[in-house]
């Protein structure tokens, strides 16, 4: 150990396993290794010749990263890239049990290796630190800028950490854009990443492209070798986003962070530290679907109340809005004449509200509610709308009243397009608003052009909005649901009123463009939702808008029995019903499994999982025994021996099974479906079915 | 009438006079006049061949302003500049007369003539409106873009609005900057304006000049005939602050607006105006400082409750700190060592409270007692200061609680270091603590570079800061005076709250920098206080505080007489005794006109000023018959006999007068000053004598 040169080392909490291979590698000179609990995975920190960070990552013997780059450019002062000598390195092992507030699991475990390294540049004085976690099924790390008293601040002009694989990996990615992430999915190699190549699907509002070798994170990726790899990042504050540049020759993938308006990447201080830049490893595609690294890396919230806010489903006046039948923008005055009839008037809430009480639903959202809407999309003005003051045909306390007579919760809707520092300054009175009237929540939008001008949606700046909301809504007791926002890195573990965001293509697409593929549900859980839950709004039931071409574009890609079956596989404490209820009435079968189902679990199980391909996922409901079963498949028709052994040996479960019909296909009949309903346990084995572009949902209620 | 072309004309409420003038040239065919009440201002406005539209101003007979352009460059539209025609001109007069809630009168009468031309662009329809007033004293002129119906958004990349004089005027101007307005002025010939070319005394923290000929608004100029103008803007809201470039050759002076990050000036929707672009006119340099015009073209504030706000005077932790003998930073924990020591202690802000009770001050103010100060300056990151923690040497319970029994209210302050965001974000929680308090009022800071990103001081996103503060504060009751924010124009008739700012080169310069030369103060009502009232923090007593040429810099460059005079020279209705206590506990006599002078009047008179040279000022107390006189010089001596005909006829008043010693001088003998007092009445002469850098302060006490 002391043949080490210049370093002072520590090792704290030193388990078995951790000193017999952290010690080896300490006799030859300069690099170190961390393992996971089962020696799985290997990280290795190394300095090079000239003073430079290098790390690779090793699993089952395989490279995965081979020498990546640490480090940073700063503006005016030199770059934190070479020259730096180690100080010290402190391992330990981590073992803990922690419970989410809400989750896909009561309870999850926290078993890693843990490491800090202290480097200081030489030259400068300056001292860079490196937190490392070692899991069993990936790595996560991160940087800290150790202050030793006064916070003083610098400007990062560029992250320097790369991702060199070790192969032509198959990727699944979106590309590079600092404002949205409402792409469909692209599955090539890693050195045929060209966004400029690919058809995409697009009818997105706003998008700033980045380059065509930029993609967005999480980014999946199968390895040649058959395993699986997620790059992506955790605990996401006070920095922008991570996007990866790819070099499609040498298969580099180099961290590209979103900048501002004068290209800057992040405005720091001493005593900072970034998010954790996160590997996910996994054998089979399916664990990665119950891998809860992400999870891990970010913080407990404080201690406080959080009795006030309750997962559930919610109903609004959404689907019509986007199929174009009704407008979100109201008159200006009573007796306006409209071009569109308006969504949210007080006659459709209170149905609204009659509806969610009859079916169990929690939450109601009208969308269109407030004045701004009438003007268009305001460029990129700096007001566009009121949070405070109603169309004259919304009659905001009758509604509340009527709400609060049959125990139906209200979710305000706060559309900004954008202008989010009038937003802010509005905030305080439109939460007094909502409290005034007993609101429960609020859904937040940001189409369009961020002002303040040069800021981007997924950049430092907006970041910290994002969190002052969550922040400030909690602090009033409100939970948050936000739309365009930017994806999410795990923070509802610390902000556990922040349910859930869109930050992906969601389902409207499919009313006002070429939509989504039907592979894209199967994509999604393995990608963006591997950073968090997501409010893709489901429950839409394909009936015909039209017919011909029409037909297939103005309605959900799916059959109805798939967007049944995304209640379980799309994870989200807060799941709307996005159809217009006049379907519900009309499809009472089907309807009762979005009655059924709940939004809050005890456990998940991955049956089996292919990104592109199918995702068959079984729950078990919080405080319950019953489970919920979600099955979807891509354009392709597939069958399944379901077997039943999750449940409870010994118990009796009965089945209610919603599956395609023998000849639904989502293109020509989607509406096609079988309710059927039978007394199982854990022995049996339902052999299921799933049409092109279809699904199945069963529920499977505990016998007493 | 019928033979003017095209127009579909209209005179609403038309007088005899207008109608006598407005109708004449009318009968020629592309222009219209519009005159002053008394006609010695004429507008003239016209449509030239190509249906450009041009401006000229007249007064007295002379041409003032020779075919001023108006127009816009628009970003992604064809230009508003030429292809106009008229549609309608409405003119009317106006006679009416306003109270202040405060001010240098109790009231006001704005007479003027009135008139809106509506012109549309032919080739696109496009409508842009010209509403002017005609004042016997000046002139102002805004532009509106009328909507049809939805307000569509559109930017604007350039205002094109000129201001053509005639002739190489001397111009009072400090250097275009977009973010800093604390420059001393020079005086040179339009044709010599050339900022490189001028030594400038700095110290400013954050500068951003524009270019060697562009100055800052209000510009005062002299004519060579003699006459004096002032370009300035009115009410100023959600649109840049106006600077302008001038034409060394052509002698053209043309509006440069402050720009955003990317270069865009404005962004505005259909149903916007712009600010008002003023001219003030006058024969005599006094005239201007009773020039009411910024006033009367802003609007009366809505009706609330204003009985909550009182002008008054205010004490504070302040000099110390720019001399540099106790820090802003506080100690991190108790015990904490320090390289200073910290200024805003509660032991401080105890003898503060004690000696502004025994002293008649209203508020006491403690800059420095929240966290943050002990890092720097923060750089451009985007959280420097917390806004509701306390250094743990400031007990704020208890302080509150001394004040209150005291009988003293408290203000806050708030410097945000430019980190303007957090400060929004933080403000719900701040005012929380402020109310909590009991404090009455807030004092903001701009220093440095502002967050969001590439937003300047002036621009027009943080203009609109400044009114939400200002609207903000309102509505939690506290009052607010703003340093570093955009110079004032005339917004503290709408927002009363909004006390004052200083927006200008303030007394604090001399204690750290070259300092302001002996002339600043008898520029500063010609220039930046047309706009409004102006925090410039009076009352340092300039005690030596080295010797040689320390003690020229570290003091004010004035005599002791001249910091009272300022109480009355620089009005505002909040006003600081900016100097340490110990200098007012030694010098009883000189402090008793600080105790006495109030800062609400009744009326102002200008008795003789000249830009540069001195200011001789008398004001009568609001709601009294008392009078206070203030005459302040710039380095040279000078004498004047004070005819006191101002006084109420028949009246004996009591007259203290606080004058410099026949040997003072700024720079040797500052605070060499004699105290007399004798009964007068209206019929006497005081024959005055100021030192060089000198003034002279008078109290006239009417007897019962």
Redesign the interface.
């Known amino acids: 150990m002391m043949s080490f040169p210049a370093i002072s080392f520590r090792i704290c909490l030193l388990t078995g396993f951790l000193a017999s291979f952290a010690l080896e590698p300490l006799r030859a000179s300069r690099f170190f290794n961390l393992f996971s609990p089962d020696l799985f995975v290997q990280f290795n920190i190394q300095l090079t010749a000239e003073g430079e960070i290098r790390y690779s990552v090793y699993a089952d013997k395989k490279t995965l990263i081979k020498q990546g780059k640490m480090g940073f450019h700063l503006l005016g002062q030199a770059p934190l890239e070479k020259g730096f000598r180690w100080l010290s390195i402190d391992t330990s092992s981590v073992d803990e049990r922690w419970e989410p507030h809400w989750g896909e699991e009561r309870q999850l475990r926290k078993r890693c290796s843990r490491m800090v390294v202290q480097f200081e540049q030489t030259a400068t004085g300056k001292r860079l630190d490196l937190e490392c976690m070692v899991f069993n099924d990936g790595v996560g790390f991160r940087y800290h800028f150790p202050s030793s008293g006064?916070?003083?601040?610098?400007?990062l002009a560029d992250e320097l950490t790369s991702f060199p694989v070790t192969g032509d990996h198959d990727a699944f990615w979106i590309p590079g854009d600092y404002d949205t992430n409402e792409y469909a999915y692209a599955l090539t190699p890693l050195s045929k990443v060209h966004a400029a190549k690919e058809v995409w699907p697009h009818g997105i509002g706003f998008r700033s492209p980045v380059s065509d070798s930029t993609v967005q994170t999480p980014l999946t990726m199968r390895t040649p070798d058959g395993m699986w790899l997620s790059i992506h990042e955790a605990a996401l504050v006070?920095y922008p986003a991570m996007q990866l540049d790819i070099d499609r020759k040498e298969l580099g993938l180099k961290a590209h962070l979103v900048p501002?308006?004068?290209g800057?990447k992040a405005?720091?201080?001493l005593g900072d530290h970034t998010p954790w830049r996160v590997l996910l490893i996994a054998r089979r595609a399916s664990e990665l679907l119950t891998n809860r690294i992400i999870l891990h890396l970010n913080e407990d919230p404080p201690e406080t109340d959080c009795s006030w806010f309750k997962p559930g489903k919610y109903l609004g006046i959404w689907w019509e809005m986007h199929l174009g039948t009704h407008s979100w923008a109201g008159p200006r005055s009573e007796g306006d004449s409209l071009a569109l009839p308006h969504g949210a008037t007080t006659g459709s809430m209170l149905r609204l509200i009659d509806f969610a009480a009859a079916n169990g639903f929690s939450y109601v959202l009208a969308e269109g509610w407030n004045r701004g809407w009438?003007?268009?999309?305001?460029?990129?003005?700096?007001r566009k709308f009121s949070f405070t003051e109603a169309y004259p045909d919304v009659d905001l306390p009758r509604i509340s009243e009527y709400a609060k007579d049959k125990g139906v919760g209200l979710m305000m809707h706060h559309e900004t397009y954008g202008a989010v520092?009038d937003y802010?300054?509005q905030l305080?009175a439109a939460l007094d608003l909502m409290e005034k009237l007993g609101y429960k929540g609020v859904k937040t939008g940001y189409v369009g052009r961020i002002?303040?001008?040069?800021?981007h949606h997924d950049g430092?700046?907006m970041v910290?909005h994002y969190l002052?909301l969550a922040q400030?809504t909690a602090l009033r007791k409100f939970f948050l649901v936000s739309h365009e926002s930017v994806r999410p890195t795990g923070l509802h573990r610390s902000y556990p009123n922040w349910f859930s965001c869109e930050a992906a293509r969601g389902n409207e697409f499919n009313a006002w463009s070429a939509g989504n593929p039907p592979e894209h549900e199967t994509i999604l859980p393995f990608t963006r939702l591997l950073g968090g839950p997501m409010d893709y709004t489901p429950g839409i039931f394909p009936v015909a808008a039209g017919s011909g071409d029409s037909l297939a574009l103005r309605r959900v890609h799916t059959t109805l029995c798939k967007q049944l079956a995304l209640y379980v596989t799309l994870y989200s404490p807060l799941q709307m019903a996005g159809g217009k209820l006049e379907d519900y009435e009309s499809h009472p079968g089907p309807f009762q499994f979005i009655r059924d189902v709940p939004t809050d679990w005890d456990s998940t199980v991955v049956l089996d999982a292919m990104p592109g391909d199918f995702v068959y996922t079984a729950r078990r409901k919080r405080g319950s025994g019953d489970w919920y079963v979600g099955m979807i498949t891509d354009e392709l028709a597939r069958k399944y021996p379901l077997r039943l052994d999750f449940l409870e040996p010994g118990r009796k479960y009965v089945a209610r099974m919603y599956a395609d019909a023998p000849d639904a296909h989502w293109q020509t009949r989607p509406m096609a479906y079988k309710i059927t309903e039978q007394t199982v346990d854990a022995r049996d084995v339902l052999n299921i079915r799933l049409a092109p572009g279809g699904g199945c949902a069963i529920s499977l209620k505990a016998e007493e």
């Open positions: 006064r916070h003083e601040a610098f400007i006070n501002d308006g004068l800057n405005y720091l201080r009438e003007h268009g999309d305001g460029g990129w003005s700096e520092t802010e300054r305080p002002v303040p001008r040069g800021e430092q700046w910290n002052h400030f």
